[in-house]
């Protein structure tokens, strides 16, 4: 939702609801706020390049990572694993706290996930586009907006969320 412009932004949360699979978004969630925590990669290269560059670079590794931490959990013990769906299927269906041995095994998975993307096909501008345009039209096309949209849509939340602080 965030590098969705506004006069997009209706539509695509109509698809998402339809779609959403909480799990997903859960360990989304968790991607999005390690990589608040921790900072941006410099192996990424995203920090002091053009918007261009930099917003579909970090999008792009969010989604990656996400993927792989989900790899990483599917992996896990059964024991584990059950445990780590039906705990957050629980949080979900009974609004619970979310138990600290659950952000613990998530986290140990994000922090392996980073350590396994390669950095330099995020670099690549071929493999950069194929990935960003998957993103933007994940719900579709028409709900895809052009990246000029995208971007001065994201620094003025950007700058609306820095006057805030």
């Avoid at 339809?18 to 990589?35: P, S």
């Avoid at 290269?45 to 931490?69: E, M, N, W, Y």
């Avoid at 989900?70 to 299927?89: G, K, Q, S, Y």
Wanted: charged share 25%; net charge negative; hydrophobic share 40%.
């Amino acid at each position: 939702m965030r590098i969705t412009p506004d006069h997009c932004a209706l539509h695509f949360q109509e698809e998402l609801h339809k779609n959403f699979e909480f799990r997903i978004g859960f360990i989304h969630q968790g991607v999005v706020a390690h990589v608040e925590e921790i900072g941006i990669p410099e192996d990424l290269g995203a920090h002091d390049a053009a918007k261009d560059i930099a917003i579909p670079r970090l999008s792009c590794f969010i989604v990656l990572v996400t993927q792989v931490v989900l790899h990483h959990i599917n992996r896990l013990p059964t024991l584990f694993r059950h445990a780590v769906w039906e705990t957050i299927d629980d949080i979900i269906d009974e609004n619970a706290e979310i138990p600290e041995v659950l952000l613990v095994i998530v986290d140990n998975c994000i922090e392996k996930a980073t350590r396994e993307i390669n950095y330099n096909q995020l670099k690549s501008e071929s493999v950069l586009n194929r990935l960003w345009n998957s993103i933007k039209s994940a719900y579709g096309e028409k709900y895809a907006p052009s990246d000029i949209e995208i971007f001065d849509s994201f620094y003025e939340s950007e700058e609306e969320h820095e006057d805030t602080e």
